[in-house]
Antibody, heavy 123, light 110 residues
Framework: EVQLVQSGAEVKKPGESLKISCKGS????????IGWVRQRPGKGLEWMGI????????RYSPSLEGQVTISADKSSSTAYLQWSSLKASDSAMYYC????????????????WGQGTAVTVSS | QSALTQPASVSGSPGQSITISCTGT?????????VSWYQQHPDKAPKLTIY???NRPSGVSNRFSGSKSGNTASLTISGLQAEDEADYYC??????????FGTGTRVTVL
């Protein structure tokens, strides 16, 4: 079964660092792009960025570049999203998702999603 | 980049058809045939419903269809069913080599 399994919920204080994970299984991890999506409580989806796990080429949303870091570890089939200094406004559900493939064509949609990681930042 | 514009809510009776619009610019929706649509039920992860404007992933009902004209993409749900009640988001590839989501639409089945 193809799946993305994310790390568990986190509760942090402002200014702390955090790294959450997204482990892929059931497919060739290094042949796919993995994206990250933020959803604040009661709000819509926000695109954060995407990484090609084969060579770690990364693209960030212009509004979030510099605020987070996306990375991937091929050896463990895991993608990461990290913050060096959290803010209260980073409190949200974070989803990872895989860019889909039809045959050999990488289409522009995310076909497999993780279950989400809830991050709460509060003093 | 600004979020794509969707109506906040759309409603319909069972069996009817509804259409959700998604308006962007020539730098996103209008510039590429790379619009996707997602369905999200409460407290669940989004689910891909349409990719590349009008393509359905395997397993998605053929009651869902997508189209695009100029800077506006549309998702049509025909034969509306109770299980279609959810939030729907469009997304587009952009000229910044990244993606942008729409503002989201709550679909209510009356």
């Amino acid at each position: 079964e193809v799946q993305l399994v994310q790390s568990g919920a986190e509760v942090k204080k402002p200014g702390e660092s955090l790294k959450i994970s997204c482990k892929g299984s059931g497919y060739s991890f290094t042949s796919y792009w993995i994206g990250w999506v933020r959803q604040r409580p009661g709000k819509g989806l926000e695109w954060m960025g995407i990484i090609y796990t084969g060579d770690s080429v990364t693209r960030y949303s212009p509004s979030l570049e510099g605020q987070v870091t996306i990375s991937a570890d091929k050896s463990s089939s895991t993608a990461y999203l990290q913050w060096s200094s959290l803010k209260a406004s980073d409190s949200a559900m974070y989803y990872c998702a895989r860019r889909g493939v039809a045959g050999t064509y990488y289409y522009y949609g995310m076909d497999v999603w993780g279950q989400g990681t809830a991050v709460t930042v509060s003093s | 980049q600004s979020a794509l514009t969707q109506p906040a809510s759309v409603s319909g009776s069972p069996g009817q058809s509804i259409t959700i619009s998604c308006t962007g610019t020539s730098s996103d929706v209008g510039g590429y045939n790379y619009v996707s649509w997602y369905q999200q039920h409460p407290d669940k992860a989004p689910k891909l419903t349409i990719y590349d404007v009008s393509n359905r992933p395997s397993g998605v009902s053929n009651r869902f269809s997508g189209s695009k004209s100029g800077n506006t993409a549309s998702l049509t749900i025909s034969g509306l069913q109770a299980e279609d009640e959810a939030d729907y988001y469009c997304s587009s590839y952009t000229s910044s080599d990244t993606y942008v989501f729409g503002t989201g639409t709550r679909v209510t089945v009356l």
